[in-house]
């Protein structure tokens, strides 16, 4: 027998994402159960051959369901996740509200699986920021052989990551580009994404950085190591799907480049392409539907000690949510944290 499964927010672009990757990688549920807003009701979504009909999540009783998959935003998330782990469902929560709390573990499996084991006290364990996700992939194998001393990493994230909505005004803004008479204002994003780029995710802080750099930074430190230093910039691009990262690390020992290019080929998650010629790398639109994170352009850098370069592209909606939520989902599975139903 199999897994009773929720996905909560499934008519959104994560959600449907989840649905997907639950079919495509034979995830054993027994049942699968699509949940959206009341507004919703009713929408038809695809699992695998099959059509399902959302149900309402504010009526929803999550006893007897096993996991949940939340791809909700993060007030949404506060009402129903907490009532979801009282009834003994395990939540996967895709959004900030439970990342950076020091009880809840916050996973990517390929990097700290173990993190996992903890889970049931509160029956819910965190999915972290896109960015971040395809980033520690890359980071965990160099770490463990060279120990990071310090990371900058500048990213060039999709459209897709604001939703579908960012989505849709990059489409609407793109189309009135060539229409001289149409006037599509931003909304989703702070300026024009169309033929643009943004340096600003998120709301700002303090500091000067937004958000989104914050995330990164606290998140990677959570997931991979405290003492590693991080600085992050975080730019939308007019991409609709794929985020890419340039990254520049600083490591306490010597990593030479071809090793580091070993390392990471053998690495879980990762794939290396990465020729000096045209075309010897990867781009955005070569990482969509795709689980890997991509690693390319891997190079010394001769102006720090121990220093290498590299770019990063994964599919943000895949890896940098969708996926990494099934891949704990799998984790906790095969770890026996949650046991399968007896059959009636």
Not at 49 to 57: E, M, V
Not at 126 to 139: D, F, K, M, R, Y
Not at 225 to 241: E, L, M, Q, Y
Request: aromatic share 6%; glycine share 6%; net charge negative.
């Amino acid at each position: 027998m199999g897994y009773r499964i929720a996905v909560v927010g499934a008519t959104g672009a994560v959600g449907r994402e989840m649905l997907a990757i639950l079919a495509e990688r034979a995830f054993p549920a027994d049942e699968v159960v699509a949940l959206a807003s009341r507004r919703s009701l009713g929408t038809e979504v695809s699992f695998g051959d099959a059509t399902l009909k959302t149900g309402d999540l504010e009526q929803f009783d999550f006893a007897g369901t096993d996991i949940a998959l939340f791809a909700i935003g993060s007030e949404a998330t506060q009402t129903h996740a907490p009532r979801a782990a009282a009834a003994g469902c395990l939540v996967i929560d895709n959004s900030s509200l439970y990342r950076y709390d020091p009880r809840v573990p916050l996973v990517v499996p390929e990097v700290n699986a173990d993190a996992v084991m903890g889970c049931r006290a509160r029956n819910i364990i965190a999915n972290p920021n896109c960015s971040t996700a395809q980033l520690v992939v890359a980071l965990k194998p160099l770490h463990d052989r060279a120990r990071i001393r310090r990371v900058v990493v500048s990213t060039y994230q999709s459209a897709s990551g604001a939703g579908s909505e960012g989505m849709d005004e990059l489409w609407e803004q793109t189309k009135a580009v060539y229409n001289p008479v149409a006037d599509v204002p931003p909304k989703t994003f702070q300026a024009q994404i169309a033929f643009n780029v943004i340096p600003h995710i998120d709301r700002f802080m303090e500091d000067g950085s937004t958000r989104e750099e914050w995330k990164m930074v606290a998140e990677t430190k959570k997931i991979v190591d405290p003492a590693i230093k991080v600085t992050a910039t975080c730019v939308r691009v007019p991409v609709f799907v794929g985020h890419s990262e340039a990254v520049n690390i600083e490591f306490e020992d010597f990593l030479d480049e071809d090793e580091a290019r070993d390392i990471l080929r053998e690495a879980p998650g990762c794939m290396v392409i990465d020729k000096r010629e045209d075309g010897g790398y990867v781009t955005p639109i070569d990482c969509v539907g795709d689980f890997a994170t991509f690693v390319s352009r891997i190079r010394q850098d001769p102006t720090v000690e121990n220093g290498l370069n590299m770019w990063v592209v994964s599919d943000n909606l895949r890896k940098g949510a969708a996926l990494n939520a099934v891949q704990i989902a799998e984790t906790v599975v095969n770890r026996g944290l949650i046991r399968d139903r007896a059959p009636v």
